[in-house]
Nanobody, 125 residues
């Protein structure tokens, strides 16, 4: 349902743009509650990097504020993460995540979530 791409190797100070394409019939702009980017560095827990809600409200981890921008093209349900001024500590596998809240797909249901396969981002110093 979610396919992330755009990772790679970049020098410190550089930029990358990650993409996450949603496919299938269930997840769309009318059902989506929120979408997020997470990342997991070696030996560390997965952490939330950026969040966007269905009404366009965004939130960021303090470590990426002012450098990363999350956006959603709702015409084709592609989630983006523009990453600028990358630092070695941004090195991680990045995952996209989508959440459909309870009761949206059917009355009384518990909601649904999707994880994309990760894409590796490596920032060299």
């Amino acid at each position: 349902q979610l396919q992330a791409s755009g990772g790679g190797l970049v020098q410190a100070g550089g930029s990358l743009r990650l993409s996450c394409a949603a496919s299938g019939n269930i997840l769309n702009i009318n059902t989506m509650t929120s979408m997020d980017w997470y990342r997991q560095a070696p030996g560390k827990q997965r952490e939330l990097v950026a969040h966007i809600s269905s009404d366009g409200i965004t939130n960021y981890a303090d470590s990426v504020k002012g450098r990363f921008t999350i956006s959603l093209d709702d015409a084709d349900m592609t989630l983006y993460l523009q990453m600028n001024t990358l630092q070695p500590e941004d090195t991680a596998v990045y995952y996209c995540y989508a959440y459909i809240g309870p009761g949206i797909l059917a009355p009384g249901d518990y909601g649904k979530d999707y994880w994309g396969k990760g894409t590796q981002v490596t920032v060299s110093s």
